[in-house]
């Protein structure tokens, strides 16, 4: 119940070589709290996620995690301290198992056991197909055993990218009452989405982004009633 | 209209573009048709088992941290990367083996020029900066790169601690406390058991330039470990570079190994290591107790001369750091006689983590840091066209010093490469004085296939094809692949450079 957000961005500017795609991004994650980031096509949202969880660095700007200055860390000690991506795509395995897929987040020193429980627990269809190929599943299912892997590290901070992305909006709505379930459990949680609608019914703030800037934020009904300006308003 | 569109709009233009540019290395060159191809392995694992019914030799291979740069004079180029190269028989024909048409083999990266859509100009897979495949293409530089960093190994014991007999073998007091890993045995920990490395590269490039044509390959890594610690080295490289000029080629390249120790006990290699040339190099002598330690279990360590060769304008290398055979047998009977001698060694983790791969094959030969490049190229005036390989002239004229070193030894271990498949004339194995009988060992090998629940109708080579993926797959995350599954325990000992922890409020 700290008042120090989990994590707090000022600034922050990054460049793919010399096309600069972030351009001073100001954000906040307070602790426990259901972030949706939200905007068009291009707008630097997955950049973003990289340079939080260390995958690319920010050529200026601030990163507070926890409330301490951080640069230069690297994404294994980021991901040690207990932040999680779970990236645009899913990055489940599909020639392997669902269980298989579960077993290989072992590694990270928690038994297997554990993370089967908990896996199946949560998501009780990943232990009907346990034996099935994560390729052969639907996309749903995938983004299940994919949040179900990284839960598995028992992350403080999860940073999630398109949950929604080529899924049925039934399956989103499902996955996000996920979301907000694991929200519950007391985990912060920043989650980017192009379609807000799903984001925004979980979220306890919002923020559209444009441009490489956080361009509006406040409360998802707010944000959620201009978002039609929002994304298309200055997009020229 | 949005940015994705006007994105992938100008991607179009620029590929158009690209193919209606005619290759600038060929338009008005003095090099004419050439053919080059480069691979690299940082870890070659081979298995042979004679009793699979595959008409190849070995019957399974796969790479880790692979990479081949090909290109001709059509010009056609290709640059494949891949962390876990399942040979080209799995690798390339994936979709025949799986039985569905359109599926590929996922662990890869993969350019062509000709671009296409599975095959941009330039593509990148990536887990992390740091670790990722690359491969880019333009025509003129071909080039694919894998980089894996390692890791995982910190305040996580992957190999389940050595075990208490193995300092006594070596001479040492036993030390107290060896751990072994509280969680089951994965499937795949049996690649780890097996083989781990460190700060993995590999790369291989092909450039055409207006006059020569240029191909090199590097493979390197570090703290390498086989069979759970009973082989550690801490670095291995080997580069090559050929070059032709279409009158003339050149190949230069070599492999060293560093920081061996057997058992525990460092072998002295002197300060530098021990660089291979072309010439059979000895390893210094290993005493005694080390070297019936390494019969007993089956192992067997050879150091390979590299292979250089020029015929004009024609050249090939193949050079591997270090070639280490398992000959399973031992291994197995270590692992089932009364001694218990293996469990003794690896801790059972490591033991139990091996008894697949020992069960479906009685032979594993490792390549570490393996290299390998053909080149050949022709003036212009003689064919330049651009129709593929023209035959290159065999003179060497003149021009400075051209003496071409020709230096050949046998076979080279060049399972890397183009072509093969499923209808590679079998080769033989790596040569050791251990070779398993294989009368001796189909029965059991048999017996084995058919207490496998539920997998008779499952061709045998697709097992172990998935035996070995589910490893080697294990092994990547267990080595390299923190972030993706959300990274590893928190440290006991506390986190560096000041990232608090997040769990804690
Ligand atoms: N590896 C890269 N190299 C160069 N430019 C890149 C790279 N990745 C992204 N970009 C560019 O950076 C900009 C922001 O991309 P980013 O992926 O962060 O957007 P996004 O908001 O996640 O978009 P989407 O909703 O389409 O996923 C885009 O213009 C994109 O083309
Ligand atoms: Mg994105």
Redesign the interface.
């Known amino acids: ?2 008042d120090v957000p ?1 994590l707090e961005l000022i600034g922050v500017r990054a460049a793919y070589g010399r096309i600069e795609v972030l351009r001073g991004v100001d954000l906040t994650v307070p ?1 426990g709290a259901v972030v949706a980031l939200l905007g ?3 707008a630097g949202k997955t950049t973003l996620l990289r340079v939080i ?4 660095p920010a050529s200026d700007g601030d990163i507070h ?4 200055h ?1 640069s ?14 779970v ?1 645009e795509g899913r ?1 489940v ?4 198992t669902v269980e ?1 897929n579960l ?11 554990k993370i089967l429980a908990e896996a199946y627990a949560r998501f009780p269809r990943l232990k009907e197909r346990r034996r099935q190929l994560a ?1 052969s599943m639907s996309g749903g299912e995938q983004q299940m055993l994919s949040l179900a ?9 999860l940073l999630l990218d398109e949950l929604s992305m080529g899924l049925a909006p039934l399956i989103v709505e499902g996955l996000y009452d996920t979301v907000a379930e694991i929200a519950e459990s007391g985990v912060s949680i920043l989650v980017v989405e192009q379609f807000a609608s799903s984001a925004l019914r979980v979220a306890d703030y919002a923020a559209v982004m444009q441009g490489g800037r956080v361009v509006a934020s406040g409360e998802p009904a707010e944000i959620k009633h201009r978002l039609s300006e929002l994304y298309f308003g200055g ?1 020229a | 209209m ?3 569109t006007k ?1 992938i709009a100008g991607l179009g233009a620029a590929g158009l573009l690209t193919l209606s540019w005619p290759s600038a290395a060929t338009a008005d060159s003095s090099l004419g048709g050439y053919t080059a191809d480069s691979s690299a392995s940082v870890i070659h694992i081979e298995v042979y088992e004679p009793v699979l019914p595959l008409p190849s030799s070995p019957q399974g291979d796969f790479s880790i941290g692979y990479t081949s740069s090909t290109a001709d004079s059509g010009p056609t180029a290709r640059a494949l990367s891949s962390y876990l190269w399942p040979g080209t028989v799995i690798g390339d024909g994936f979709d025949q083996l ?1 039985g569905k048409p359109g599926t590929s083999y ?1 662990i890869q990266a993969n350019s062509r020029y000709p671009a296409t859509a599975s095959a941009p100009a330039k593509n990148k897979v990536q887990i ?2 740091g670790n990722g495949m690359t491969t880019a293409t333009d025509g003129n530089t071909t080039t694919a790169t894998v980089t894996g960093l390692g ?2 190994g910190k305040g ?1 014991d ?1 190999l389940g601690g050595l075990g208490a007999g193995l300092g006594q073998i070596a001479g040492k007091a036993p030390k107290p406390g060896d751990k072994t ?4 045995v ?3 920990n049996t690649l780890a058991a097996l083989v781990s490395a460190k700060g993995v590269t590999s790369t291989s490039t092909v450039k055409v330039s207006d006059s020569k044509v240029t191909s090199t390959s590097t493979a390197a890594a570090a703290d390498i470990n086989i069979l759970g610690g009973v082989i550690g080295l801490s670095a291995i490289k080997v580069t090559n570079t050929e070059t032709s000029n279409g009158t003339k080629a050149t190949v230069a390249g070599s492999a060293t190994i560093g920081g061996l120790t057997i058992a525990g006990v460092p072998i002295s290699l002197g300060d530098k290591g021990i660089v291979i040339g072309k010439t059979a190099i000895k390893l210094p002598a290993i005493p005694a107790t080390l070297t019936s330690l390494l019969k007993t279990l089956g192992v067997e360590i050879q150091v390979a001369p590299i292979t250089k060769k020029v015929t004009g304008a024609t050249s090939t290398f193949n050079g591997q750091a270090l070639t280490i055979s398992i000959d399973t047998h031992p291994l197995k009977d270590a692992l089932n006689g009364p001694l218990s001698l293996l469990v003794n060694l690896l801790g059972s983790q490591a033991a139990t983590s091996l008894a697949p791969l020992i069960e479906l094959a009685p032979r594993v030969v490792l390549k570490l840091g393996e290299a390998s490049g053909s080149l050949s190229a022709s003036p212009a005036y003689v064919g330049g066209n651009g129709g593929g390989t023209t035959t290159p002239p065999s003179t060497t004229t003149g021009g400075g010093g051209g003496v071409t070193t020709t230096t050949t030894t046998g076979g080279g271990g060049g399972t890397i490469g183009g072509g093969g498949g499923l209808v590679t004339t079998p080769t033989t194995p790596m040569p050791t004085t251990t070779t398993p009988q294989q009368t001796a060992v189909t029965p059991q090998l048999q017996q084995t296939a058919a207490i496998l629940p539920g997998l008779g109708s499952m061709p045998r080579f697709l097992i172990l094809g ?1 035996l070995l ?2 490893a080697a ?2 092994w990547l ?2 080595v390299a ?11 006991a000992l506390g ?11």
């Open positions: 119940m700290s989990i602790r068009a096509n291009g969880s260390g995958l690319m995690l926890g409330g301490v951080i230069g860390a690297s994404p294994e000690e980021l991901t040690r301290a207990g932040l999680c991506m990236p990055g395995f599909p020639n392997l298989e077993w290989l987040a072992s590694y990270s020193g928690v038994p297997v056991e390729g892997r990284a839960l598995a590290s028992n992350p403080a901070l997009a | 949005n940015r994705r994105w799986t996922p992390t900066d890791i995982a996580v992957l890993l509280s969680a089951p994965p499937v795949s998935a993926l589910a797959i294990g995350m267990q692949g923190g972030v993706l599954l959300g990274g590893t325990r928190t440290c986190l560096r450079t000041g990232v608090p922890d997040l769990r804690k409020e």
